[in-house]
């Protein structure tokens, strides 16, 4: 026998070792392919839910601002003399310089017994009773 190697063994060992290598290397690239796609979409996602985070603060923010410019003219007029003016004349019962106040008190009339105390009501229910139980009397 011969210590030669058949060169047609060599050559089959060879392209069997090749597509052993792309092989592994198409299941890699595979791998990396996914892992790229899966994060792509990750990202968008993230994008799109911190979009939305976004337009629902700018929608806060504006009416914040809507807010705080009605505050801004509801204190100016709070400021402004004839304001002042009406919170003395309604709240604090005051009057001008040339005016006179008057307050007018109702009479109260005192109530009547029947008014005075609300008539007591009883209030009675009927419960249920299981058939076949009959209580002891």
Do not use: W
Not at 107 to 125: A, F
């Amino acid at each position: 026998m011969s210590n030669k190697v058949n060169p047609k063994t060599k050559n089959s060992r060879k392209k069997r070792e090749f597509k052993l290598r792309y092989s592994f290397l198409t299941l890699v690239l595979l791998a990396c392919l996914a892992h790229v796609g899966v994060s792509a979409f990750y990202n968008i996602s993230k994008t799109i839910n911190y979009q939305g985070k976004i337009r629902k603060m700018d929608q806060l923010k504006n009416k914040a601002a809507q807010d705080n410019i009605k505050l801004k003219e509801e204190l100016d007029n709070f400021n402004s003399l004839e304001s002042l003016e009406a919170i003395a004349r309604n709240n604090l019962k005051m009057a001008g310089e040339d005016e006179v106040l008057v307050i007018i008190n109702k009479k109260i009339e005192p109530k009547t017994q029947e008014e005075q105390q609300p008539p007591q009501q009883v209030h009675t229910k009927k419960l249920p009773v299981k058939k076949g139980f009959e209580g002891k009397r």
